[in-house]
């Protein structure tokens, strides 16, 4: 980049107010990228829990349905299941976090009152109330655990993002125009000392 530059003391002024800005960039670029990561593990931690509790509310959920098909057969389930007159209802919202903008997942009508749930109450038997219990909760959980990790996506997308406007501004940016500044520098020194020695140069013919 040294080579392509004007050696003149405005090119100079104007590196300098680059190297300015890109510094102050990089301090904030990084900042940017510290917080990121931080939220990153913050969500992170919470996914991990979220998917042991997913696992969890998963295998109950077919350990009751599997004891509700025996209890009422798998036609007895199956109708209980299409009895129901409201289906589950999602908002898909957004939410910023440090720029990034993440997902906010809502949900209506997941978990439903035993009267709620559409199938006649006396005519079945508590194994498909526990069954049907069982399976909203691991929708309800399902949806939280779409939201986090979708929302962990977009975070790395960001953090990696940022890092490669970082190491650009550390490793290319910065140094180029460093360097661009210091050879102006020194052009403008030797032109400097070459004005003066041709001004002696002068001087001394004209006294002589």
């Known amino acids: 980049m040294a080579l392509n530059v004007k050696p003149t003391r405005s090119e100079l002024i104007n590196l300098k107010r680059r190297i300015k800005l890109s510094e102050r960039g990089y301090k904030l670029l990084k900042m940017k990228r510290d917080g990121l990561i931080l939220e990153f593990f913050k969500v992170l931690a919470e996914a991990k829990d979220l998917r042991n509790d997913l696992a969890v509310k998963y295998a109950r959920a077919q350990e009751m349905i599997a004891i509700a098909e025996t209890v009422e057969g798998s036609i007895g389930v199956t109708a209980a299941a299409f009895s129901a007159s409201e289906s589950p209802q999602i908002d898909l919202k957004s939410k910023n976090i440090m720029g990034v903008v993440v997902p906010k997942i809502e949900s209506r009508s997941v978990k439903k009152t035993l009267t709620e749930r559409g ?90």
Request: glycine share 4%; proline share 1%.
């Open 119 to 208: 199938y006649g109450v006396l005519g079945t038997s508590s194994a498909i109330d526990e069954a049907a219990e069982a399976f909203e909760d691991l929708v309800e959980t399902i949806i939280l655990s779409a939201e986090l990790e979708t929302t962990m996506k977009r975070l790395l997308d960001e953090i990696e993002g940022t890092k490669r406007r970082v190491n650009a501004l550390e490793f290319k940016v910065i140094p180029e125009l460093i360097e661009a500044r210091n050879f102006i520098k020194m052009r403008l020194d030797e032109m400097e000392r070459e004005e003066l020695f041709r001004m002696k140069r002068v001087k001394s013919k004209s006294e002589k």
